[in-house]
């Protein structure tokens, strides 16, 4: 399953990030801009939101790593539960 959604977030993250560059290329053309001009900007903008999707995705890290962090016990009486659930299936 982790493979699996490894694999399917970048193809769908590149899909998302072409596409969103493909019709920012296409508005610029539409506005007079040259063609280098306009695939530069296109590009420019799948850039900008992949790179505010990796920023999200650090502090997401970050916080839930820190929630969970090495200083911390874990909770016995989740991890007894969760042994004797295992141990019934």
């Known amino acids: 399953v ?4 490894f ?19 296409g508005t610029l053309l539409d506005d007079g801009e040259d063609t280098l ?12 939101v992949g790179a505010l999707f990796a920023l999200v995705g650090a502090v997401l890290g970050g916080w839930l790593l820190t929630a969970a962090g090495p200083g911390r ?5 989740a991890l007894r539960a969760a042994a004797a ?5």
């Open 2 to 5: 982790v493979n699996t959604s």
């Open 7 to 25: 694999m399917m977030g970048g193809a769908l993250g590149l899909a998302v990030l072409a596409s969103l560059a493909a019709s920012r290329t």
């Open 37 to 48: 001009s306009a695939l530069t900007g296109g590009y420019h903008a799948a850039f900008l």
């Open 73 to 77: 016990q874990p909770d016995e009486e």
């Open 85 to 89: 659930e295992a141990d019934s299936a």
